[in-house]
């Protein structure tokens, strides 16, 4: 299925409408809906990785739900346009700022529209949760379209980031490195990000020999197999923009919109000399939210999803849920074998609230 942006990206949906039960999802107060969006350098086949007993995907699908799996744009799934090409410069102007108002947008509405109009639980992993925490704060009619958000490996704060390679790229504005050289796709297997990231994998202290682990953090529970199919598939190409916006978020522990760096610029796009700021605290204290992270987990560190809880203390009690796993990573949540019974469990009986 796909749907397109108010800006015209033609985005790729994948619905899994019934169990290996059988029964399937119909429109009209059927299944209930759930929207699985996917991280950075990432796609929707995040959520289908492992064997149907261990992904998301298959599992919410056996337990009666109407499973939405999100692509976003720049993914493989997601290139099409209804006037750029991909190999244009001006199809990768973008950062999460408009993952959050425009992709998530578009695909939320087609399945509440889909769906019969039925409330939709949203999943999000790593950039995932970004998108759905700005969106959130930022646009309420999200939440009329929403029973409830699960917040795999929250990503908000950025500035505790302990990944020695993400913290060098920052460190030495690669990203900016690269957009200052024209080079507007952030393709990991490219030649100019690859020979970027060999350099920066030579400094002091950054060892690159496990990359995963060096990007990641130590994931305790990944198979083999798991690991091979996850690097058959990933990672995906995003934009040179929205990696310049990340590093300005772990450089500044603010979330805010993009950074044009320039007062004037900024005055053009926003009204103002420096980027609005997304406030996560103006997400209504009565949503539902489910937040899991993970004691090793480098990218979405325990200082900064600490940062996240504090700016959500006013939330209802009954309405926020907090899970930590001090042996996961960041991987762990979408790949870990025992991640069934340790986060999808968990996440699965916090949505039966939601339900009834």
């Known amino acids: 299925m796909q749907v397109t942006t108010q800006d015209g990206y033609i985005l790729s949906l994948q ?3 019934s169990g290996r039960r059988g029964e399937s999802a119909t429109g009209g107060g059927g299944k209930v809906p759930v929207l699985l969006q996917h991280g950075l350098m990432m796609d929707g086949m995040t959520w289908l990785m492992n064997s149907p007993n261990e992904s998301l995907g ?13 692509n976003t744009r720049g993914t493989v799934y997601s290139l099409g346009h209804t006037s750029l090409s991909s190999s244009d410069p001006a199809y990768w102007n ?10 998530l947008s578009a695909m939320l509405q087609y ?3 889909q769906s019969g109009q039925q409330k939709v639980h949203y999943v999000g992993h790593s950039l995932g949760t970004l998108i759905a925490l700005a969106a959130l704060s930022d646009q309420q009619q999200h939440v009329s379209m929403l029973r409830s958000a699960g917040l795999l490996s ?20 690669l990203a900016e490195a690269l957009y200052w050289l024209g080079i507007d796709e952030f393709d990991p297997t490219g030649t100019a990000v690859h020979g970027l990231l060999t350099d920066i994998c030579k400094l002091p202290g950054v060892n690159c020999y496990d990359l995963m682990s060096s990007f990641t953090g130590d994931n305790c529970c990944l198979d083999n197999s798991s690991v091979q199919t996850f690097l058959a598939h990933e990672p995906q190409a995003s934009s040179t923009k929205n990696m310049v916006h990340l590093a300005q978020m772990i450089r500044r522990g603010i979330i805010a919109k993009y950074d044009y760096g320039d007062a004037s610029d900024n005055i053009k796009y926003y009204g103002q000399a420096t980027p609005p700021a997304y406030n996560v605290s103006a997400i209504p204290d009565g949503f539902p939210l489910f937040l899991s992270s993970g004691g090793r987990d480098s990218l979405s560190d325990v200082q900064d999803v600490r940062r996240l809880e504090q700016a959500l203390k006013s939330h209802d009690s009954d309405t926020l849920t907090v899970q930590y796993l001090a ?3 960041h991987a762990d949540f979408v790949l870990a074998g025992n991640a069934k019974e340790r986060v999808y469990g968990p996440l699965m009986a916090f949505f039966r609230l939601q339900d009834k």
């Not at 298959?58 to 999100?70: E, F, H, K, R």
């Not at 973008?94 to 992709?103: G, M, P, T, V, Y």
């Open 15 to 17: 619905r899994i409408t």
């Open 58 to 70: 298959y599992i919410l699908a056996d337990n009666g739900y109407d499973v939405w799996i999100a």
């Open 94 to 103: 973008w950062s999460w700022d408009e993952l959050a108002s425009n992709d």
């Open 111 to 113: 399945a509440y529209d």
């Open 154 to 173: 929250p990503i908000a704060f950025l500035n505790k980031v302990s990944s020695p390679l993400t913290l060098a790229a920052a460190d030495v504005f």
């Open 327 to 329: 042996d996961y990573a």
